[in-house]
């Protein structure tokens, strides 16, 4: 292969990497805030942090790009509403009525729309390979998050907050999608902080609703470092990471690498929570990178 051809794509791996390991962080801090942050608000601190953080590096291209902006604005909202406004929100929402493992089995289905979606809307080759891949590195996920008792498959019970989670991951998987969309007269710095404002103004009616009916959530300063968190790392960094991979590899290819979360997870499972890690879990490791291996695998 090309040196110069195999550097944006070495690239647009790592930061699909990079972008699901701050992804990981995610699931952790959003199951210890779920009894004491309401969902909305929870999604709000963290869309508000993100929007603080991006604001004195992205302005300057956001004005110097903003015809741009007002010529493509309705990309650009529903981009925002997809990625921004609905998607963290749907999993938070879930999180408050049903278990972390029907989460974490609804949540693997977002690559998998992904590719459907890329081969239906864009064409993107569906091979052998990838579709042997996907269910490898669906086999590895499963054997983690069932601890390799497949019959408690049998048992789980589905719940409102399950519909939440396969909402959200249909949604993020749509959001990817429109990212290829992305104009190319429009800088990714420009992009994220348009998205980010118009996703966060977007909350709004849906904060003040949740506010009426729950009343305001206690932040107290544990949730309040947990957000700051969120906001950098798991909303900034992670999606202009993700953004920059699909550009770059495809938005196949990259929702691959996203089933790499539960490793990344139990990583740091193990590192702030002391959770042991077994043969179980290396093993599941191994299934999942062979099946990303699989999946992206093709003929020079």
């Known amino acids: 292969m090309n040196q110069n051809l195999s550097r944006p794509i070495l690239a647009g791996y790592l930061c699909a990497i990079a972008a699901t390991m701050f ?41 110097r790009e903003w015809a741009s902006v007002k010529e493509n604005l309705a990309y650009l909202a529903i981009t925002a509403f997809t990625g ?9 929402m879930g999180g408050q009525t049903t278990g972390a493992l029907n989460l974490s089995l609804i949540s693997i289905t977002s690559p998998i729309f992904m590719v459907i979606f890329a081969r239906i809307f864009y064409g993107e080759s569906l091979t052998v390979y990838k579709v042997a891949g996907i269910f490898l590195v669906a086999a590895g996920v499963i054997a983690l998050i069932t ?34 969309k992305k104009p190319r007269q429009l800088g990714m710095w420009a992009f994220q902080l348009s998205t980010f404002i118009l996703g966060l ?8 609703w949740e506010v009426a009916v729950a009343g305001p ?3 107290h300063a544990g949730a309040i470092y947990s957000i700051l ?17 699909i550009l770059l590899i495809g938005v196949s290819k990259t929702g691959m ?18 959770e042991a890690i077994g043969l179980l879990h290396l093993g599941s490791g191994v299934l999942i990178v062979s099946g990303i291996v699989l999946a992206n695998y093709g003929k020079k």
Do not use: C, K
């Not at 921004?84 to 938070?92: I, P």
């Not at 103004?201 to 003040?208: E, N």
């Not at 999606?239 to 991979?245: D, G, K, M, P, Y």
């Open 23 to 63: 992804w990981s962080g995610n699931f952790i801090i959003a199951r210890e805030l779920n009894d004491s942050i309401a969902p909305v608000s929870l999604a709000f601190g963290r869309w508000l942090v993100a929007v603080l953080a991006l604001f004195p590096f992205a302005i300057r291209s956001l004005l």
């Open 84 to 92: 921004v406004t609905l998607f963290n929100t749907l999993l938070y």
């Open 147 to 180: 601890r390799g008792q497949f019959s408690r498959l049998l048992n789980l019970a589905f719940s409102i907050g399950d519909v939440w989670m396969l909402t959200g991951a249909m949604i993020f998987a749509i959001y990817s999608i429109l990212v290829i």
């Open 201 to 208: 103004i977007f909350l709004l009616p849906l904060l003040a």
């Open 217 to 219: 959530s206690h932040f």
């Open 229 to 245: 968190y969120l906001g950098i790392f798991a909303s900034l960094f992670s999606f202009v990471l993700w953004n920059q991979s």
């Open 257 to 274: 690498v996203y089933y790499t979360l539960p490793i990344f997870s139990g990583v740091m499972a193990w590192y702030f929570l002391n």
